[in-house]
């Protein structure tokens, strides 16, 4: 019982990583210190996804599952997570360069709006 909620946990805390690494700069319009976690965070995830290695918190959630007598799953968190939602087809080189484009342009896209606004562009 204790693992499973331990892997419970790290799903969770892997999402919110995720999310905040995509709309992460958002939360930069309302809270500007907060880049100095978003930056590198939205760099680590760029990396992993553009290296095609896989978040170290994928084979820890995996380890607990196993641990906790549940199957546990092969691939990456977004590939076993997200992918069904996004792409059922699974998870590819290619797949894996947009998603590394894609964390990349929003982010761009909110620190442009942002240094615009700070400025003194408006929005």
């Known amino acids: ?13 892997h ?10 700069g958002i939360a930069v ?9 978003h930056l590198p ?4 995830v ?8 896989i978040c170290p918190l994928t084979p820890w959630e995996q380890t607990l599952r196993r641990l906790a007598g549940e199957q546990g799953y092969t691939g990456g968190f977004v590939e076993h997570y997200l992918l069904p939602i996004l792409y059922p087809e699974g998870l ?3 797949i894996q360069f947009v998603l590394g484009i894609l964390v990349l ?3 761009v896209a909110a620190y442009a709006i942002i240094l615009r606004r700070h400025r003194g562009g408006g929005l």
């Open 1 to 13: 019982m204790a693992y499973k909620l331990l892997a419970d946990l790290v799903f969770l805390a």
């Open 15 to 24: 999402l919110a990583f995720v999310l905040f690494v995509v709309l992460g």
């Open 29 to 37: 319009w309302r809270k500007p210190k907060l880049a100095w976690l």
């Open 41 to 44: 965070a939205v760099a680590w």
């Open 46 to 53: 760029a990396l992993i996804e553009f290296a095609g290695w």
């Open 92 to 94: 590819t080189r290619e």
């Open 105 to 107: 342009v929003i982010n």
